[in-house]
């Protein structure tokens, strides 16, 4: 679900589990990691580590599994 503000939050089973953000939120959202809109690879790089990223068709993703405590190295969608 996207609100006005241009963030998006996913959810399953009444938990967040994404928080997304699109053009309409540059300048107004950064994550606690410093993260913003229209950032760099290098300088997403500098915040969570080249590492830690998932490429997949064009995007760049990283995901924390805040369990376990660790990045993962891919994500799964279900297809529902």
Same mark, same amino acid.
């Given at each position: ?6 963030? /998006? ?5 009444? &938990? !967040? ?6 053009? $309409? &939120?540059?300048? &107004?959202?950064?994550?606690? /990691? /410093? ?13 969570? $580590?080249?590492?830690? !990223?998932?490429?997949?068709? /064009?995007?760049?993703?990283? !995901?924390? $599994?805040?369990? *376990? ?9 279900? &297809? *529902?």
């Amino acid at each position: 679900m996207f609100y006005n503000n241009g963030v /998006g939050v996913l959810y399953r089973e009444n &938990s !967040a589990v994404a928080i997304l953000m699109n053009e $309409d &939120s540059k300048g &107004s959202f950064i994550t606690s /990691g /410093g993260l913003e809109v229209n950032m760099n690879k290098n300088d997403l790089y500098k915040i969570y $580590d080249e590492k830690n !990223a998932i490429e997949v068709s /064009g995007s760049l993703n990283f !995901a924390y $599994d805040s369990v *376990d405590k660790k990045y993962l190295k891919e994500v799964k969608y279900d &297809s *529902d």
